[in-house]
């Protein structure tokens, strides 16, 4: 008998656990509100598809298509690149001219890694304004300590010429999009 007793408990136990664990509303919703999320970030980037077939409108169309399938927020800037701030940052925005230091990732569209910083263990540093014009104008929206990500169509990124490092070995091959992932910014003063 108390043996019967000891499995009807654990089995009633069992039952009342899990039927407790199931009937909280709060982790059922958040996978739901994920995916209503991403249904609207690939609702509205599938607006910004290109109909053109030229190397331009296939370039932003890998990079809506990157976007969509990696789930990053960005959004199209009026001058061709995508951006998205992935930390807001402090202060002001930065200005053309400013002196900074970041840490940047450098990846091709299918996420391959082309350059990285942090693996070479000092921040990049440089002016706002004297690197690829994704960057130039990229970066006018971002603010001391924040990180932004930008993809690039080729032409403001490399272009025809490509990038060949100091070997002559090919770094980046010409026309292709890239992705930048910027971050740990700052400001020096002058």
């Given at each position: 008998?108390?043996?019967?007793?000891?499995?009807?408990?654990?089995?009633?136990?069992?039952?009342?656990?899990?039927?407790?664990?199931?009937?909280?509303?709060?982790?059922?919703?958040?996978?739901?509100?994920?995916?209503?999320?991403?249904?609207?970030?690939?609702?509205?980037?599938?607006?910004?598809?290109?109909?053109?077939?030229?190397?331009?409108?296939?370039?932003?169309?890998?990079?809506?298509?990157?976007?969509?399938?990696?789930?990053?927020?960005?959004?199209?800037?009026?001058?061709?690149?995508?951006?998205?701030?992935?930390?807001?940052?402090?202060?002001?925005?930065?200005?053309?001219?400013?002196?900074?230091?970041?840490?940047?990732?450098?990846?091709?569209?299918?996420?391959?890694?082309?350059?990285?910083?942090?693996?070479?263990?000092?921040?990049?540093?440089?002016t706002v304004g004297g690197?690829?014009?994704?960057?130039?104008?990229?970066?006018?929206?971002?603010?001391?300590?924040?990180?932004?990500?930008?993809?690039?169509?080729?032409?403001?990124?490399?272009?025809?010429?490509?990038?060949?490092?100091?070997?002559?070995?090919?770094?980046?091959?010409?026309?292709?999009?890239?992705?930048?992932?910027?971050?740990?910014?700052?400001?020096?003063?002058e």
């Amino acid at each position: 008998m108390t043996k019967t007793i000891t499995v009807w408990f654990l089995v009633f136990t069992a039952c009342f656990f899990s039927a407790c664990s199931n009937s909280s509303s709060a982790p059922a919703s958040a996978p739901e509100k994920d995916a209503v999320a991403k249904s609207a970030i690939e609702e509205r980037l599938i607006t910004e598809l290109s109909p053109s077939s030229d190397r331009a409108g296939k370039e932003r169309n890998a990079i809506i298509n990157r976007a969509i399938d990696q789930n990053y927020d960005v959004y199209a800037a009026p001058e061709g690149y995508f951006y998205e701030i992935l930390d807001p940052g402090e202060f002001t925005p930065l200005l053309t001219g400013d002196i900074v230091s970041a840490h940047y990732q450098g990846l091709f569209l299918d996420g391959t890694e082309f350059d990285n910083s942090r693996k070479r263990g000092a921040p990049l540093q440089f002016t706002v304004g004297g690197l690829i014009e994704a960057w130039n104008l990229a970066l006018l929206r971002a603010k001391p300590g924040g990180s932004i990500r930008i993809l690039s169509p080729s032409a403001l990124a490399y272009g025809a010429e490509g990038l060949v490092g100091t070997r002559g070995d090919t770094l980046v091959p010409a026309h292709t999009v890239l992705e930048f992932v910027i971050d740990d910014i700052q400001v020096y003063e002058e």
